[in-house]
């Protein structure tokens, strides 16, 4: 059983550029959760997508966007890029009925030069 | 703002020790998990606690939640090389919310 899985895996961008990372919830889950991960820090809410709309939003500019689609899967796109963007990017998928934990994907390492 | 506050930041430990790694806030949370995270992967849940009081052990870990449902321990009895990891907690303060994380505890366990 296949569980969260996130591409692509490393990613270079130059600042002003846009990016777009991807994601495939775990088999059985319906709800996707983006979250940024700054070096020594703990992961920082972006937004939850759940029946393809954004239901959650944290503390991001506009410049964070994200989509859900019929099977699930999601992307989270980032306008403008700044240095400061740069960052590992965690997908995480959860079961609809209650709230045991997430299981998160291993992540995308973006770096903006 | 939901804010999770982990203890100590760091810890480095010998193979065989004990330890205990504290999370607290001032916000009451539905439930509040640990995960262990390794250096270019995703945080790996280890348990969920929901009931004020509550513990569980996974195999030589033992989990707490406070009574108030503010604060959650983790003590790890005589720690290996392979516990080594950054040790996080989310809360969630509705089941269909978003969890809020600390800012973890680094782990090393020397042999």
């Known amino acids: 059983d296949a569980g969260v899985t996130q591409s692509p895996t490393h990613l270079i961008k130059t600042r002003g550029q846009q990016v777009t990372l991807r994601c495939s919830p775990k088999?059985?889950?319906?709800?996707v959760s983006w979250y940024q991960q700054a070096l020594g820090q703990g992961p920082q809410f972006i937004f939850q997508y759940y029946e393809e709309e954004e239901r959650q939003r944290g503390n991001f500019p506009d410049r964070f966007s994200g989509h859900q689609f019929p099977n699930y899967s999601s992307e989270l796109n980032v306008n403008a890029l700044l240095l400061g963007d740069s960052a590992l990017y965690l997908c995480?998928?959860?079961?609809?009925?209650?709230?045991?934990?997430?299981?998160f994907g291993s992540g995308t390492r973006l770096t903006v030069v | 703002t939901q804010l999770l506050e982990q203890s100590p930041q760091f810890l480095s430990i010998q193979e065989g020790e004990n330890l205990t790694v504290y999370c607290n806030s001032s916000?009451?949370?539905?439930?509040l998990q640990w995960y262990r995270q390794e250096p270019g992967e995703g945080p790996v849940l280890l348990v969920t606690?929901?009931?004020?009081?509550e513990v569980k052990k996974l195999k030589r870990l033992t989990f707490q939640f406070g009574d108030a449902r503010k604060d959650s321990s983790l003590h790890i009895t005589a720690a290996q090389t392979g516990d080594t990891g950054l040790y996080l907690c989310a809360g969630a303060i509705t089941n269909a919310g978003k969890s809020t994380f600390g800012d973890g505890t680094t782990l090393t366990v020397k042999p």
């Open positions: 916000s009451v949370f539905s439930s």
């Open positions: 995480a998928s959860r079961t609809p009925q209650g709230f045991y934990g997430y299981t």
């Open positions: 606690v929901v009931t004020g009081g």
């Open positions: 088999s059985g889950h319906d709800t």
